[in-house]
């Protein structure tokens, strides 16, 4: 019992990583139908590595997450701005193709700048733990949970009780009458990129301290499970990126511990597939299509 209690806090961890990302992505498919495949490569990677430099430059390292998160929204608006803008009324598929060039090409850029391979988070962080029975809660998973938590409440009242988020909720329920009715639907969709990139950007940094661990491609795996999450919680839905979220970490922190640790990974995408299988429209998507 004990044994599954700390896999069940494992799971926990994974699942808000996984939370904070597919949320974001949540956002951006749910206001303009795009699948953001370089979201984690601009947020989780990207603004990791340029916190990471902020700090080597000798700033401290609460002021270093700031201004790595600050340029990670900026390189979100100027990647939506010059390369998903003209895209936007495309086909599925070229949107597709689009971010995975995005993706790529970021994570290239990546490797010419810090090099290819993985390294240690720069910062050591004291972790002491509260022994409860034989589980022990860590610090950084107790921060990780509840960071989670405050930013899936604060993105909830977001788009459900203010201007900006009524704003999303016209964009993607019709763009056109939305711009009709006044409006600025390029604020929106610049604004959603902005909060999806800082989610990201919390997640990888979160991450990186976790595991003490930060590589060019640290965003690609995170970006295909938030994908997942999404069907899982039905696509566009916060609350089902959430529950979608903690539901794949926890099958993950299971699957590894009694069955096959190196089969961890699949057993999130076995998840998928009885959900494609079974519930196909996710936890709380709807049946209709409005492609």
């Known amino acids: 019992m004990d044994y599954l209690l700390q896999q069940l806090l494992n799971g926990l961890v994974i699942g808000s990583f996984l939370a904070l990302m597919a949320v974001g992505f949540s956002m951006t498919y749910g206001v303009i139908r795009l699948a953001n495949f370089a979201h984690g490569d601009i947020g ?8 990471v430099s902020a ?7 609460l002021p270093s997450i700031i201004v790595g998160i600050a340029l990670a929204g900026i390189l979100g608006l100027v990647v939506v701005r010059v390369a998903y803008k003209p895209v936007l009324f495309a086909p599925r598929l070229v949107m597709l193709l689009t971010t995975l060039g995005v993706s790529i090409f970021l994570q290239n850029l990546a490797m010419i700048l810090w090099g290819a391979q993985a390294r240690p988070f720069p910062v050591m962080v004291d972790n002491p733990y509260v022994q409860i029975g034989s589980v022990r809660v860590f610090l950084l998973q107790g921060i990780v949970i509840a960071t989670t938590v405050i930013l899936a409440i604060a993105m909830y009242y977001l788009v459900h009780h203010t201007r900006m988020g009524k704003a999303m909720r016209a964009t993607a329920e019709d763009m056109d ?3 009709i009715m006044g409006i600025n639907v390029d604020r929106v969709v610049y604004g959603t990129f902005v909060l999806g990139t800082f989610l990201g950007c919390v997640a990888g940094m979160l991450a990186a301290i976790y595991y003490n661990s930060l590589s060019p491609v640290m965003g690609f795996t995170p970006t295909l499970k938030a994908f997942c999450i999404s069907v899982l919680g039905g696509i566009g839905s916060l609350p089902g990126a959430l529950l979608g979220g903690v539901l794949m970490g926890v099958t993950e922190a299971l699957g590894a511990g009694y069955i ?12 998928l597939f009885a959900f494609l299988i079974f519930l196909p429209n996710g936890l709380f998507g709807k049946s209709r299509d409005r492609a």
């Open 44 to 51: 989780y990677m990207f603004g990791t590595y340029l916190a």
């Open 55 to 61: 700090f080597n430059a000798g700033l401290p390292i």
């Open 177 to 179: 009458t939305a711009r």
């Open 260 to 271: 096959f640790s190196g089969f961890r990974d699949g057993f999130a995408y076995l998840l």
